[in-house]
């Protein structure tokens, strides 16, 4: 559980660092995970030596990762934050290349990747290895998600990172959050976060999961297998939306682009796209 003073620091900061949640000898078994010979293929084949790679839907690739998407020392802390029905919107292994020099990830708000109807929804990041400013730890900018909403595009499209980093980030207000393999953090979806370039010749690995209130409605962004897990309370009966108006992107992703509301339009829909459309003259549909 967290307690009031968690809940209200959550709230004015938008970010917790809680210290020794899982074991060593849980941190043992997930670190054993990652040492698959499946995923060590996907992270080579993902030039994990060069670059910062996210392997999705990290849930499904061994039991381990998913017992920690759904454990009540997670879970039942969350749910402090983001009410009694929740679920997984997304999982992944984050790597830092061990090559030093590599891996920095731009400011950005993660609810600029995909959009909800409402903005209850948080990242876990457990850290399976010390997380060091010489490794690359995550940085957040403590009270940025209060700035509501931030612009996230470059010449018009999608870029990932905030446009004007400069700005909406109050060098006085970051914090960089080095812990212990087995500590957690939380971040609110709208928190400004990066993280810089790995100095230390070592890997560095975290868990990210993904949570949203069940009634948070997901607009636009990639879906995975593992999104809308239920991994606490109920379905929802009703979407909860916030006012307000949110940017439309076009997105590409390992090269293609994809169009926003990927699940409003059917194929034929899409492949209709631009065809000519017989027009009506005026009048003739009540002929
Ligand atoms: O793994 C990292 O250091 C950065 C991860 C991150 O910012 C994200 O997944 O949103």
Redesign the pocket.
């Known amino acids: 559980m967290l307690s009031q003073d968690e809940i209200d620091r959550y709230r004015e900061e938008g970010y917790l660092h809680l210290r020794g949640v899982f074991h060593a000898a849980e941190v043992d078994e997930l670190r054993e995970a990652c040492t698959q010979a499946s995923l060590r293929r996907e992270l080579t084949e993902r030039g994990y030596e060069e670059r910062?790679v996210?392997l999705h839907p990290l849930t499904t690739k061994h039991p381990a990762f998913k017992a920690v998407g759904a454990d009540a020392r997670i879970v039942e802390r969350i749910a402090a934050l983001l009410g009694p029905d929740i679920q997984l919107q997304q999982s992944?292994l984050?790597t830092?290349p061990p090559k030093a020099g590599k891996?920095a990830?731009h400011w950005?708000q993660?609810f600029a990747y995909f959009p909800h109807t409402n903005t209850d929804l948080l990242?876990v990041?457990v850290m399976l290895d010390d997380s060091t400013l010489e490794n690359?730890?995550?940085h957040v900018a403590a009270g940025s998600h209060k700035l509501g909403l931030l612009d996230h595009t470059k010449d018009g499209r999608f870029s990932g990172g905030v446009s004007d980093a400069a700005r909406c980030v109050d060098p006085a207000r970051v914090v960089a959050l080095e812990g212990k393999a087995g500590d957690v953090t939380i971040h609110h979806a709208l928190t400004l976060?990066?993280?810089f370039n790995n100095r230390s010749g070592r890997e560095?690995r975290?868990l990210?999961y993904q949570y949203r209130a069940a009634d948070a409605y997901q607009l636009d962004g990639r879906v995975f297998d593992d999104s809308g897990w239920q991994v606490r309370g109920c379905a929802p009966e009703r979407i909860r939306c916030e006012a307000g108006t949110l940017p439309v992107y076009k997105r590409s992703y390992n090269g293609r682009e994809f169009d926003i509301a990927w699940h409003q339009e059917g194929p034929a829909a899409k492949a209709w796209a631009g065809t000519e459309v017989r027009k009506l003259k005026p009048g003739a549909a009540r002929a």
Request: net charge positive; glycine share 16%; charged share 20%.
């Open positions: 910062i996210f992944k984050a830092k891996g990830f950005h993660d990242a990041f690359g730890c995550l976060h990066a993280s560095r975290g990210i």
